[in-house]
């Protein structure tokens, strides 16, 4: 009824023929350009952190509602000190591997946002005791992406046909909490970290390749078990321990959202600069206590 009153959609085979005309125009891929990067209110931001203008050829879904400011990268003070807190002991100082952990979470973040998730093979988990900052750490990293990036998706549904569906397009899978007692299907798990093809489904839809670039994340009390005890298996994992729990008296209610309201560009330019190492090393800083 919308649009009847107009000349080229009086009749039925009018509007058959305007659904073909553009399907014929959207055939091609959503993404011409082979450039890797984050689509920034204020620009494209590639890989080497050039800014470049916006541009349809990047495929990009999104934008970010903040700027990449790469000369605040350092100028996130309320994060330095919760990144210190947590990876110290208030009597006993900091973290021998203090440096490494943060330079390991600092790449995390990078890939993830980069969409890199499967070229680095890990998934990350944010592992130890309650009330160690783990939880905040990754509603920080939600925080950075909007919610059309994010998804979450439990590795017991990996093998499933429909569960992984839903990591199309995704560059965050909040994968939760690992099970105490189910294991993790070692098959499954490296082939989608990988990124490798699958065949998926939406229900009720036609089933469809995915190779998924999602970076899958993990805050858990517990480590993952698995029959799968491959090399494989085990170096696919990117695992950051928690270890100083945070006092009551230390505690801010909702600290991450504040954070996030009140240093975002500074965060995200921290963060996305871990990608030029990360590069360079072709894989991630590993501390000491991930070994």
Known sequence: DKFSQLPLAKRRSDHNGIVQVMATLCRKELKTSGAIGINFANGFVTVDLVILPHDPDYGCTYTLPYRYRPDERDNGRIWGEFLERIWSDPENGADPDIMEKK?????????????LGPRYCRAILLFGLAHTGKTQTLRVMEALLP??????????????????????DKLLNVAGELSERRK??????K??????????????????????????????NHLPK???????????????????????????????NILVADEREQIA??????????MKNTDYTLPKSHE
């Open 103 to 115: 330079m390991a979470l600092q790449e995390a973040m990078a890939c993830t946002m980069f969409g």
């Open 147 to 168: 919610d059309s990036q994010v998804t979450t998706l439990e590795p017991e549904k990996w093998g499933d046909k429909f569960g992984p569906a839903i990591l199309a």
């Open 184 to 189: 993790i299907d070692g098959q499954w798990f």
């Open 191 to 220: 082939a989608i970290v990988s990124g490798d093809s699958i065949n998926v489904q939406f229900k009720g839809q036609t089933p469809f390749k995915l190779k998924p670039h999602a970076t899958h994340w993990f805050a858990s």
């Open 226 to 256: 698995s029959d799968d005890t491959s090399a494989g298996f085990n170096r696919r994992w990117l695992i950051l321990p928690f270890e100083h729990p945070i006092a009551r008296s230390e505690k801010i209610n909702d600290f991450a």
């Open 269 to 278: 330019a921290w963060a996305v600069y871990g990608i030029t190492r990360l």
